[in-house]
């Protein structure tokens, strides 16, 4: 399967048909074949010789080759654009912040600028996006030489920091890596082992902490490897008390709010936790008293959620 395939393959009716109407949008002419081939491409039994032939009556490779390469692209474009309006909104307004910050130093509208990246940093030390803060305060040093003196020694402090809590996150993102790849041992060679021993160990190698976890984000991704297990081993006896604990320590995070995806997922893992340790009552508890963190979330988020939490909800009626 080529990638063009590939990537066609993976959208749904709606997105199907979301696709056509991007085309239809983009085309400016009344002849051009893309959508035609993108119908074509659908049917896994037409060959790329069957193909050409209907689209253009004989065996024009270069132009056939041509119109998928123009498609690939159009693909690559619509998936992007579809992920861009589905994503939070946060990251986009940060990099617009950003990029406008940067546009009035060039101008050497300074006060502005800084009056931007200040509203920029906030919002992103809110939300714990480091990757964007550290573009933040790169700007920021690079031209502090149009602010007090005293300034520079707090934006590299500031940079300094972040960079710690950059540095503690991508390392639990290679824990979670490792010990990811290591679970494959149990699905795919029947290893037998110790979920718990692994962890520590692969946070000790890391010098990593659990207790100063600094988002709900870092910690889904320990949560998620551990749930994993338990239901690959259908132990979910032995990761009860690890969940409630390491939660326990992470939701009085002053930012929770801001992160409530990873909140919502770690709410969900518990409480699947207890409803397969047969704890209905706490199960249903736990989904009952976060409704109002659920509400916030978006309508496609709603709904993947409220799939998710019927099996335990239905019980429970």
């Given at each position: 399967?080529t990638?063009?395939?590939?990537?066609i393959?993976?959208?749904?009716?709606?997105?199907?048909?979301q696709f056509i109407t991007?085309?239809?949008?983009?085309?400016?002419?009344?002849?051009?074949?893309n959508i035609?081939l993108?119908k074509?491409?659908?049917d896994?039994?037409?060959?790329?010789?069957?193909?050409?032939?209907t689209?253009?009556?004989?065996?024009?490779?270069?132009?056939y080759?041509?119109?998928?390469?123009?498609?690939?692209q159009s693909?690559?474009?619509?998936?992007?654009?579809?992920?861009?309006?589905?994503e939070s909104?946060?990251?986009?307004?940060l990099?617009?912040l950003?990029?406008?910050?940067?546009?009035?130093?060039?101008?050497?509208q300074y006060k502005t600028?800084?009056?931007l990246?200040?509203?920029?940093?906030?919002?992103?030390?809110?939300?714990?996006?480091f990757?964007?803060?550290n573009?933040?305060?790169?700007?920021?040093?690079q031209y502090?030489y149009?602010?007090p003196?005293d300034k520079?020694?707090?934006?590299?402090?500031?940079?300094?920091?972040?960079?710690?809590?950059?540095?503690t996150?991508d390392?639990l993102n290679?824990?979670?890596?490792k010990i990811?790849?290591t679970l494959n041992?149990?699905n795919?060679k029947?290893?037998?082992?110790d979920l718990?021993?692994?962890?520590?160990?692969?946070l000790?190698?890391?010098n990593?902490?659990?207790?100063n976890?600094?988002?709900?984000?870092?910690l889904?991704?320990i949560?998620?490897?551990?749930?994993l297990?338990?239901?690959v081993t259908?132990?979910?006896y032995?990761i009860e008390s690890?969940?409630?604990?390491h939660?326990?320590?992470?939701?009085?995070?002053k930012n929770r709010?801001?992160?409530?995806?990873?909140h919502i997922?770690?709410l969900?893992?518990?409480?699947?936790?207890?409803?397969?340790?047969?704890?209905?009552?706490e199960?249903?508890a736990?989904?009952?008293c976060?409704?109002n963190?659920?509400?916030?979330?978006?309508?496609?988020?709603?709904?993947?959620?409220?799939i998710k939490?019927q099996?335990?909800k239905r019980?429970?009626?």
């Open positions: 399967m990638d063009l395939n590939s990537l393959s993976t959208f749904s009716n709606e997105e199907q048909q991007f085309l239809e949008k983009k085309n400016k002419r009344s002849d051009t074949k035609q993108y074509l491409l659908q896994k039994d037409l060959d790329t010789y069957t193909i050409c032939n689209l253009y009556g004989s065996q024009k490779k270069g132009a080759h041509a119109l998928r390469k123009r498609l690939y693909v690559i474009d619509f998936i992007a654009n579809k992920h861009l309006a589905d909104t946060v990251e986009m307004q990099i617009k950003l990029i406008t910050a940067r546009a009035c130093l060039t101008k050497k600028a800084y009056k990246l200040a509203k920029a940093e906030t919002i992103a030390i809110e939300h714990a996006l990757s964007i803060l573009e933040i305060y790169h700007t920021k040093i502090s149009s602010q003196q520079l020694e707090h934006y590299i402090t500031a940079f300094k920091n972040n960079q710690h809590n950059a540095y996150e390392q290679i824990v979670y890596a990811r790849q041992n149990i795919y029947g290893v037998v082992l718990e021993t692994l962890l520590n160990n692969t000790e190698e890391h990593i902490n659990l207790e976890a600094i988002t709900f984000k870092a889904y991704q949560i998620s490897i551990v749930s297990s338990a239901f259908n132990d979910y032995k690890f969940l409630l604990k939660y326990t320590t992470l939701k009085s995070y709010e801001k992160q409530t995806y990873y997922q770690i969900y893992m518990i409480a699947n936790t207890l409803f397969r340790n047969k704890k209905f009552d199960a249903s736990v989904l009952k976060n409704g963190t659920i509400k916030k979330q978006s309508k496609k988020t709603l709904q993947y959620l409220y939490t099996p335990i019980f429970n009626i």
